[in-house]
């Protein structure tokens, strides 16, 4: 029978991707830990943690969801579970999680930023619709999960753009929302979750080799011109599977992902007490500032004077 429309129209709203987060300030043997958390779909919740130093002795896991999915954004970690199982975790692993009601804690090795998604129990099981091959033991009250695994290509891109995001406005928390959703769609063709429906590997593991080691010459040298022909010599990998490798494996151009860098580097040095907004373009490689400044705004939807740390 068809559902009346003013039913339909009339029903309450369970959730809002325009709201703002939540924040707070976990303690944990008196050291804190900064929480924003997004209000997602039902059951399942987006959150940023950042611990802002090294700590000598573990600390409680601040998450308390069913089941969760972690991105070490920046920094290293030990994480112990049960205090037996202990995971060494550095930026750009990925982490799966079920306490099942056995203590977890962590350590950050230096400053360090995590993002997850937390599920409650009947989202976890309605995660069986995007895996037909999702382990059982995911999904039992009873028994504990902790793993830790590296991420790379998309996955890798797509966990970075979001810990680059702020959820500060309309405008970012929409994109937290799909992006994360995005994220997790990648995470759930994983072989821990559908060993049968793997991510297809690159053709080689030389040429994965090879991609990575371009991403990350762009990472720590931002400021210069890459060119294509360089970057090819540098990797030794010829330009068109370069080319063709970096737009499959990473969801965008070898110079769309050099603009990505830029800009996130760019908004973390505005952020920074007495930025200067020619400074920055020009330590992110923009002698233009003009054409800097139309590029942030491309990236973030504001200028970058707008970024300026009041």
């Known amino acids: 029978m068809e559902e009346p429309i003013q039913s339909a129209l009339t029903r309450e709203t369970t959730y809002c991707p325009f709201k703002a987060p939540s924040r707070s300030l976990a303690l944990s043997s008196g050291?804190?830990?900064?929480?924003?958390?997004?209000?997602?779909?039902?059951?399942?919740?987006?959150v940023r943690a950042t611990v802002s130093d090294a700590l000598a002795t573990a600390i409680d896991w601040p998450a308390r969801s069913f089941l969760q999915i972690a991105f070490v954004a920046r920094?290293?970690?030990?994480?112990?579970?049960?205090?037996?199982?202990?995971?060494?975790c550095q930026a750009g692993d990925w982490l799966?999680?079920?306490?099942?009601?056995?203590?977890?804690?962590?350590?950050?090795l230096e400053p360090t930023q995590l993002l997850w998604i937390g599920f409650d129990q009947q989202a976890s099981q309605g995660l069986t619709g995007f895996s037909d091959t999702l382990s059982p033991k995911l999904?039992?009250?009873?028994?504990?999960?902790?793993?830790?695994?590296?991420?790379?290509?998309?996955?890798?891109?797509?966990?970075?753009?979001?810990?680059?995001?702020?959820?500060?406005?309309?405008?970012e928390r929409l994109l937290i929302e799909s992006k994360s959703l995005e994220w997790l769609a990648l995470i759930l063709d994983q072989p821990v979750f559908s060993p049968c429906r793997a991510i297809a590997p690159l053709r080689d593991a030389?040429?994965?080799n090879?991609?990575?080691?371009?991403?990350?010459?762009?990472?720590?040298?931002?400021?210069?011109?890459?060119s294509i022909a360089n970057l090819s010599r540098a990797v030794h990998l010829n330009e068109f599977k370069l080319k063709r490798g970096f737009k499959e494996h990473y969801g965008t151009?070898?110079?769309?992902?050099?603009?990505?860098?830029?800009?996130?580097?760019?908004?973390?040095?505005?952020?920074?007490?007495?930025?200067?907004?020619?400074?920055?373009?020009?330590?992110?490689?923009?002698s233009n500032p003009s054409h800097f400044a139309r590029a942030f705004k491309q990236a973030f939807g504001i200028n970058p004077s707008e970024a300026i740390a009041s």
């Open 253 to 286: 151009t070898i110079f769309g992902y050099l603009r990505k860098v830029r800009m996130e580097k760019a908004r973390e040095m505005l952020r920074s007490p007495n930025a200067s907004v020619i400074e920055t373009a020009n330590a992110v490689g923009y």
């Open 75 to 88: 920094g290293s970690l030990l994480v112990l579970q049960g205090g037996e199982d202990e995971k060494s």
């Open 139 to 171: 999904i039992d009250s009873s028994t504990p999960h902790l793993s830790n695994h590296p991420s790379t290509g998309r996955l890798l891109s797509i966990a970075l753009e979001l810990a680059a995001l702020e959820g500060d406005n309309t405008r």
């Open 206 to 208: 030389r040429e994965a």
């Open 210 to 226: 090879a991609l990575a080691a371009a991403a990350r010459l762009m990472e720590q040298r931002y400021s210069e011109e890459h």
């Open 31 to 46: 050291s804190p830990v900064e929480l924003k958390r997004f209000e997602q779909r039902p059951g399942m919740s987006f």
């Open 96 to 108: 799966l999680i079920k306490p099942a009601q056995v203590p977890l804690t962590f350590r950050p």
